[in-house]
C-alpha cells in the first residue's frame, strides 16, 4: 500500500499527487513513468513520473482526470493509501548518458503542451542541478489551464509561456514560439525535447526539423499496461515496430509515425469504462449444468471425466471439467498396474513417483497421497489441470499401447484438490540464515520459493505485477485455471512456509539484482522471469486498432477481469475475431473470445494434424463453436478510414517436407489471395523473454534469443545467480519451467552449503 502524502488540483481536471514510495523514488531518473492502481478492481494506469525526492521516499504524479480510472484516483484523500504502485519503468531520458562537459556545450530547448509541462519538469530540474541552463516553452489552451508555472520558473532559464487564446503570455501555440525564438530573438538550439499531445509533437517536430533541430519526443500517452507484455503501445520508429512501454517511452521524433500512434491513441483516450462490452457472463457462480454421473466406463476402461455441456460454458468462465470426486479417483486409480520400471516416472519433468501416489489414492490414504507428491512438485492442482501429460506421463503409461493411459493428470489434480481442501501444510525440514531472492512468481519462481522454504532458506519474492502466479494468473483462463480457488491457494502454501512476497517491483528498475546482492544482503538470485514480451508477424496493417497479442487480450481478462462489467479495465472486441497461430495460447485466446460473444475462428498455416496445441484444448474449443481455418496465412491487415480492422488479406498454404522441428514445412500457394472480414485479430505467435535483467546486471550473459545464459542446473555466469523457465529457453510449458526450478533449487542449496563450509 502506497501512502499519499499530498494532494491539490492544479485546474479541476488536473490532479498533482505525492505519494510515498522509497524504493521507486531511490530509483527513479527524469523521462521514467510508474504503473498506479487504485484498488483491487482499478485499472492499471502508466502516468510519467512528474518528481522524486529519493531522501523523502516519495515520487510524484500530475494526471488529468479524463476517465473512470483516473477518477477512482483522484477521489483518494491525503493519509489514504493506492493499493499498486510500480515502477520506475521504461528508459530513462537519453541525456543521461551524455558526457556533462558536452552537455554544458550543447543548447537545449524543452517543449510541452499541456499536461505534457509535468513530465518536462524533471528533466529540466536534473539540468538545473546540473548547472546547465535550458530554455521551455510551455502552450496551453488558455490562462485557466496552466499548471506548474512557478516550479518551472525556477528551474528554468527562460520560461516563455503560450495559449491558444491569449489570455495569458503569447497568443498562439508552441510552434509559433519556436519560430519566433529562432527568426526574430536569435536563439540557437542543438536538441529540442517534445512532450504533449501526440498531434502537437508531430507538428512541433516538423519545426524542429525546418531548422535542423534534433529532437526527442515521449510516447508516453500510448502505453496501457507499461511492463511490455501487451503489446498494445507498439509504434513504428523509423519503419521498426518497436514498444512505448520497454524500448521508450522517448523516441528519435524524426522517425516517429505518429498518424499510427494517434490511432492506437483513439482506442483508449475515451471514457475507459465506455469500452467495456454490456454482456453477461453466463452462470459463473454454479454449476447445475453439470449432468448427472453415470458410473459408465468407455471402452478402454478409463473413468470419464464430467465437464460443462459446451454450449452453456461457452458463455461463461466457469471451469470446464469437474474434475473426479472420491469414488471415481478411487476406481480410475485401480487400473495403475503399479510397473515395476514405471515409465510413467520417466515421462515425467520432475520425476513424481506416480505410482507412489497412485497407490495410495487405491488404499483410500489421501494425505499419504498428497505427500508422496509434495516431494516433487509444489503445485500439484495446477499441473494436475494444464501439463500436457499426454505427451508426458501418459504419454508413456503402458496401458496406453492398446487403449488409454490412467488419467494421471486427472488423478493429480483430484490430490491436488484435496490438500488445498483439507488445508495439509508443508513444513520446513531445517532453518537456514542466509536469504535468497527469486524474481518472478511464475511457475520456476514458485518451484524454487517453494523447494527453498522447505529447506529453511528466508526466501523473498519480487513480482513485477500486483498479483503472484505469472502466467498462471495472467494467462491461462479462468475456465482452464481457476486462480482464486487453485491458484491463489497454492500460492497461500509459500506464505505458510514464511516466505516474503515483494509484489510491484521491477528488477531491474525498482532494484538491481546486484543491489539486492551487494547491499540488501541476498547469498543468490533465482531468476524466473518468463517470456513476457510478444511476437507479431510483421505484416502490413498489424498496428491497426483491433490488432491484439494474445498476451495483451489474455491479461486483460484473466488478470484485470475485463470480461467483468464491475472492473474498471476495457477490452474491445469485434463482433468477428480471428486467433492466428495454432498452440495452447491460440486455444486460450479463441475461446476466451468465443466467450465474450464473438464469432470466433483460428488461423493456422499448417494442418490440423500439425496442431501443436494440446489434444484436449483443441477438442474443446470445436465443441464450444470455435471455427477453424487451416493451411491459411494472413498477409495483410486491411483497415478502414478510421484505422480500425476490417478485413485480413490471407493465401492458402500447401504442405511440404518436415522441417528442422520434425513438422512439415509449408509454402505459399501463389495465386490464392482472399479476404476474410473481421474487426479483431488476435496474434497467438509466441513469446520472448524480456532482456531487462540482464541488460542491468553486471557479467549475466545473454542467449541468442534474448534469455538469460544458464546450464541444465541452472547456473549462469555469475555464481550467486540462478536462472531457469522461460526466461532461459524462451516460452514452454508450466511443468518444464517447474523442472527448472527444482533443479535450480537444488543447486542453489549445494552452492550454499558448500560456500558455507569454504567460509568456515
Not at 493411459?405 to 542466509?434: M, Q, S, Y
Not at 498477409?635 to 522441428?661: H, Q, R, T
Request: hydrophobic share 35%; aromatic share 8%; glycine share 10%.
Amino acid at each position: 500500500m502506497f501512502k499519499i502524502l499530498n494532494k491539490k488540483w492544479l485546474t479541476p481536471i488536473i490532479c498533482y499527487m505525492e505519494i510515498e514510495a522509497k524504493e521507486l523514488a531511490y530509483s527513479a531518473k527524469p523521462g521514467q513513468f510508474l504503473i498506479v492502481k487504485a484498488d483491487k478492481k482499478g485499472e492499471r494506469i502508466p502516468l510519467t513520473i512528474c518528481d522524486y525526492d529519493k531522501e523523502k521516499g516519495s515520487v510524484v504524479i500530475v494526471f488529468q482526470v479524463v476517465g473512470k480510472g483516473t477518477k477512482k484516483i483522484a477521489k483518494y484523500e491525503e493519509g489514504e493509501h493506492l493499493q499498486d504502485l510500480v515502477g520506475p519503468l521504461g528508459q530513462p531520458s537519453e541525456f543521461l548518458s551524455k558526457d556533462i562537459e558536452t552537455l554544458k556545450k550543447e543548447k537545449y530547448l524543452f517543449v510541452a503542451g499541456g499536461v505534457g509541462t509535468a513530465p518536462i519538469y524533471p528533466q529540466v530540474k536534473w539540468f538545473k542541478e546540473k548547472g546547465i541552463d535550458v530554455d521551455v516553452i510551455i502552450g496551453f489552451r488558455s490562462k485557466d489551464t496552466i499548471i506548474l508555472k512557478d516550479e518551472m520558473s525556477k528551474v528554468a532559464k527562460n520560461l516563455y509561456i503560450c495559449t491558444d487564446d491569449g489570455t495569458f503570455g503569447k497568443m498562439g501555440r508552441v510552434t509559433d514560439v519556436i519560430d519566433d525564438l529562432i527568426k526574430n530573438r536569435g536563439k540557437i538550439y542543438d536538441h529540442a525535447v517534445l512532450i504533449g499531445p501526440i498531434m502537437m509533437m508531430k507538428f512541433a517536430s516538423m519545426k524542429c526539423r525546418e531548422y535542423k533541430i534534433a529532437n526527442t519526443v515521449s510516447l508516453n500517452p500510448l502505453m496501457i499496461d507499461g511492463t511490455g507484455m501487451c503489446g498494445a503501445c507498439r509504434v513504428t520508429i523509423d519503419g521498426k515496430v518497436k514498444f512505448a512501454c520497454v524500448d521508450g517511452p522517448e523516441f528519435d521524433g524524426d522517425k516517429v509515425n505518429y498518424d499510427e500512434a494517434q490511432r492506437r491513441q483513439d482506442m483508449y483516450k475515451t471514457d475507459i469504462g465506455r469500452n467495456i462490452l454490456k454482456m453477461e457472463d453466463g452462470d459463473t457462480h454454479h454449476n447445475d449444468s453439470c449432468p448427472i454421473h453415470s458410473d459408465i466406463i468407455d471402452d478402454s476402461g478409463r473413468i470419464p471425466v464430467r465437464e460443462q455441456n459446451p454450449q452453456v460454458r461457452n458463455r461463461n468462465f466457469s471451469e470446464v471439467s469437474f474434475g473426479y470426486n472420491f469414488e471415481e479417483a478411487q476406481k480410475e486409480a485401480e487400473r495403475c498396474l503399479n510397473c515395476k520400471n514405471p515409465m510413467c516416472v520417466q515421462g515425467c519433468p520432475v520425476n513424481i513417483d506416480i505410482p507412489g501416489f497412485i497407490q495410495e489414492i487405491k488404499k483410500g490414504n489421501l494425505e499419504e497421497a498428497g505427500k508422496v507428491i509434495s516431494k516433487y512438485s509444489s503445485l500439484p492442482a495446477i499441473c494436475g489441470r494444464v501439463c500436457p501429460q499426454e505427451t508426458q506421463c501418459e504419454g508413456k503409461c503402458v496401458l496406453g499401447i492398446k487403449g488409454q493411459a490412467v488419467a494421471i493428470g486427472k488423478l493429480e489434480r483430484f490430490i491436488g484438490d484435496w490438500v488445498i481442501e483439507n488445508e495439509v501444510p508443508l513444513v520446513a525440514t531445517d532453518k537456514r540464515e542466509e536469504k535468497i531472492a527469486v524474481i518472478g512468481s511464475g511457475p520456476a519462481g514458485l518451484t524454487v520459493a517453494g523447494e527453498l522454504a522447505k529447506l529453511g532458506y528466508k526466501v523473498t519474492v519480487f513480482e513485477a505485477l500486483h498479483k503472484l502466479g505469472g502466467v498462471l494468473s495472467y494467462g491461462i483462463p479462468e475456465f482452464r485455471l481457476p486462480k482464486d480457488d487453485v491458484v491463489d491457494r497454492e500460492i497461500q502454501k509459500l506464505y505458510e512456509l514464511g516466505v516474503e512476497i515483494k509484489t510491484d517491483t521491477i528488477v531491474g528498475k525498482t532494484i538491481k539484482v546486484d543491489s539486492l546482492i551487494d547491499k540488501k544482503g541476498y547469498s543468490a538470485v533465482f531468476i524466473g522471469t518468463g517470456a513476457g514480451l510478444p511476437k507479431f508477424m510483421n505484416i502490413p496493417g498489424e498496428n491497426y486498432n483491433g490488432v491484439f497479442s494474445a498476451n495483451e487480450f489474455l491479461t486483460r481478462v484473466n488478470l484485470m477481469k475485463a470480461n467483468r462489467p464491475d472492473y474498471d479495465t476495457p477490452i474491445k472486441l469485434g463482433k468477428r475475431v480471428f486467433v492466428v497461430g495454432g498452440g495452447n495460447v491460440a486455444m486460450d485466446a479463441a475461446r476466451t473470445a468465443k466467450r465474450l460473444g464473438a464469432d470466433t475462428t483460428v488461423i493456422y498455416r499448417r494442418g490440423e494434424s500439425e496442431l501443436p496445441a494440446r489434444k484436449e484444448e483443441i477438442i474443446h474449443a470445436k465443441e464450444e463453436g470455435v471455427k477453424f481455418e487451416f493451411l491459411v496465412n494472413p498477409v495483410e491487415i486491411i483497415g478502414d478510414d478510421n484505422g480500425w480492422v476490417k478485413e485480413i488479406k490471407c493465401v492458402k498454404m500447401a504442405l511440404g517436407e518436415p522441417d528442422k522441428s520434425g513438422r512439415a514445412s509449408v509454402r505459399k500457394i501463389e495465386g490464392s489471395e482472399f479476404i476474410l472480414e473481421g474487426e479483431t485479430v488476435i496474434m497467438a505467435l509466441g513469446t520472448a523473454p524480456n532482456p531487462l535483467i540482464g541488460e542491468t546486471t553486471e557479467g549475466l550473459a545473454m542467449n541468442r534469443w534474448n534469455g538469460i545464459e544458464a546450464d541444465g542446473s541452472g547456473k549462469t555466469t555469475r555464481k550467486e545467480i540462478f536462472a531457469g523457465g522461460d526466461a532461459v529457453t524462451g516460452a514452454a510449458t508450466v511443468i518444464l519451467a517447474m523442472e527448472a526450478g527444482k533443479k535450480a533449487a537444488l543447486e542453489i542449496d549445494k552452492y550454499l552449503k558448500e560456500k558455507e563450509k569454504f567460509d568456515l
